[in-house]
């Protein structure tokens, strides 16, 4: 869709929720805005008022954009919890809520996490050089420190930016791409390491080599245990990595619904920097419980909220704003899926958005998602 139609639809998305006009950025979706003036459901109605505004903002979304397909989740403070969906898997097949998405960087989120917990157990230091942990590679400063990694002050060249990656990637659609073989298109770094900012998956495909090595399991066992298992989460899964949970829907890139026969080669590649799967509910679970301090203590997750560069990043975590609405984000986008989660930290509820399809605009979606929840979230 082109760009300079998003405001169009964020303004329908928001009279569909009945939270009228507001202004918002075609060139930065996500930037600050007017805090819409928004209708309280009134008492004694229940959830059916909100979860109706949040399913019709959703189907409105999937129409005006148009998308193929998406699927949402909202939990509150109080534990509530919507799901809704809207759209198709592919022609015929509707989207369904056990329908586990592509999460794209938002793995880099669960990727941080476990470091920090590892942490947390004393088993390494944020401010460890990765040199204690990784064998010399080339093009990477072994005094790097694993903080560095995670909030993108490394320095190191993104892979991803390398000439013909892409096309290698998608040269051979069965081939496996280990983390070693992903790190040989590595060239020269951007900055001295700690100079500047620069967001880069390389960090996050070396910070899952810090983290296997130090757990001294396969990234996806311990993501599993250490993050998974104690709030009850079973969804996630890593793709090409570990075999999927659930149902999976057709994933669309530029229109063509090509990326499930792509799956081997672009989701090993994307490995601890994007390959994971979810539903928008266990997702969402997931991001409430690590924002409101039950996976880490609340010395860890302050370190996670310290931000570096312009964009506000801290330890795989990004502090922006959503209709004027101070959140803790991460988007996510790789062939067939685009997300985006979002924790609200005034009324404590998570927004999980994810589309069968890239690019969308999940972001300004999500927005008028978290306009409808913020009408019913606890203070």
Same mark, same amino acid.
């Given at each position: 869709?082109?760009?300079?139609? $998003?405001?169009?639809?964020?303004?329908?998305?928001?009279?569909?929720?009945? /939270?009228g006009?507001?202004?918002?950025?075609?060139?930065?979706?996500?930037?600050?805005?007017?805090a819409?003036?928004v209708?309280?459901?009134?008492?004694?109605?229940?959830?059916?008022?909100?979860?109706?505004?949040?399913?019709?903002?959703?189907?409105?979304?999937?129409?005006?954009?148009?998308?193929?397909?998406?699927?949402?989740?909202?939990?509150?403070?109080d534990?509530?919890?919507?799901?809704?969906?809207?759209?198709?898997?592919?022609?015929?097949?509707?989207?369904?809520?056990?329908?586990?998405?592509?999460?794209?960087?938002?793995?880099?989120?669960?990727?941080?996490?476990? /470091?920090?917990?590892?942490?947390?157990?004393?088993?390494?230091?944020?401010?460890?050089?990765?040199?204690?942990?990784?064998?010399?590679?080339?093009?990477?400063?072994?005094?790097?420190?694993v903080?560095?990694?995670?909030?993108?002050?490394?320095?190191?060249?993104?892979?991803?930016?390398?000439?013909?990656?892409?096309?290698?990637?998608?040269?051979?659609?069965?081939?496996?791409?280990?983390?070693?073989?992903?790190?040989?298109?590595?060239?020269?770094?951007?900055?001295?390491?700690?100079?500047?900012?620069?967001?880069?998956?390389?960090?996050?495909?070396?910070?899952?080599?810090?983290?296997?090595?130090?757990?001294?399991?396969?990234?996806?066992?311990?993501?599993?245990?250490?993050?998974?298992?104690?709030?009850?989460?079973?969804?996630? $899964?890593?793709?090409?990595?570990?075999?999927?949970?659930?149902?999976?829907?057709?994933?669309?890139?530029?229109?063509?619904?090509?990326?499930m +026969?792509?799956?081997?080669?672009?989701?090993?590649?994307?490995?601890?920097?994007?390959?994971?799967?979810?539903?928008?509910?266990?997702?969402?679970?997931?991001?409430?419980?690590?924002?409101?301090?039950?996976?880490?203590?609340?010395?860890?997750?302050? +370190?996670?909220?310290?931000?570096?560069g312009?964009?506000?990043?801290? /330890?795989?975590?990004?502090?922006?704003?959503?209709?004027?609405?101070?959140?803790?984000?991460?988007?996510?986008?790789?062939?067939?899926?685009?997300?985006?989660?979002? $924790?609200?930290?005034?009324?404590?509820?998570?927004?999980?958005?994810?589309?069968?399809?890239?690019?969308?605009?999940?972001?300004?979606?999500?927005?008028?998602?978290?306009?409808?929840?913020?009408?019913?979230?606890?203070?």
């Open positions: 869709m082109p760009a300079r139609s $998003f405001p169009l639809v964020m303004g329908a998305l928001l009279v569909a929720a009945g /939270l006009p507001i202004a918002c950025s075609e060139a930065a979706p996500t930037a600050a805005a007017a819409p003036s209708p309280t459901p009134p008492a004694g109605t229940g959830d059916a008022i909100w979860m109706a505004q949040l399913q019709r903002t959703l189907d409105s979304a999937v129409r005006a954009v148009p998308l193929r397909g998406a699927s949402a989740a909202v939990v509150l403070a534990g509530r919890i919507w799901r809704g969906v809207a759209g198709f898997s592919v022609p015929g097949v509707p989207m369904d809520t056990a329908m586990r998405l592509g999460i794209g960087s938002i793995t880099k989120s669960m990727t941080a996490t476990l /470091l920090v917990r590892l942490a947390e157990q004393g088993r390494l230091s944020l401010d460890d050089s990765i040199g204690r942990w990784l064998p010399p590679i080339r093009h990477v400063d072994p005094a790097i420190t903080r560095q990694l995670l909030n993108h002050t490394s320095g190191v060249f993104d892979v991803t930016d390398a000439p013909g990656y892409r096309d290698s990637i998608l040269a051979d659609v069965n081939a496996r791409w280990t983390p070693q073989r992903l790190l040989g298109l590595l060239r020269p770094p951007l900055f001295q390491r700690g100079a500047g900012w620069s967001y880069a998956n390389t960090n996050y495909q070396l910070a899952g080599l810090v983290a296997e090595a130090v757990g001294g399991r396969p990234l996806h066992q311990l993501v599993r245990e250490a993050l998974l298992a104690p709030i009850g989460v079973t969804a996630p $899964f890593l793709d090409q990595y570990e075999t999927p949970t659930g149902p999976l829907p057709g994933g669309w890139t530029g229109g063509v619904n090509n990326v +026969a792509t799956r081997v080669s672009t989701y090993s590649a994307a490995w601890a920097a994007g390959a994971y799967f979810s539903t928008p509910e266990a997702l969402a679970r997931w991001w409430q419980s690590l924002l409101t301090g039950r996976l880490v203590g609340p010395a860890s997750l302050a +370190a996670m909220m310290t931000t570096a312009p964009e506000g990043y801290g /330890l795989g975590i990004v502090r922006r704003q959503l209709v004027g609405r101070p959140v803790w984000s991460h988007t996510g986008e790789i062939r067939g899926f685009s997300s985006v989660a979002a $924790f609200d930290t005034t009324r404590r509820f998570t927004v999980v958005l994810i589309a069968n399809e890239n690019p969308a605009p999940v972001t300004l979606i999500a927005g008028a998602l978290v306009g409808v929840a913020a009408t019913v979230a606890s203070p």
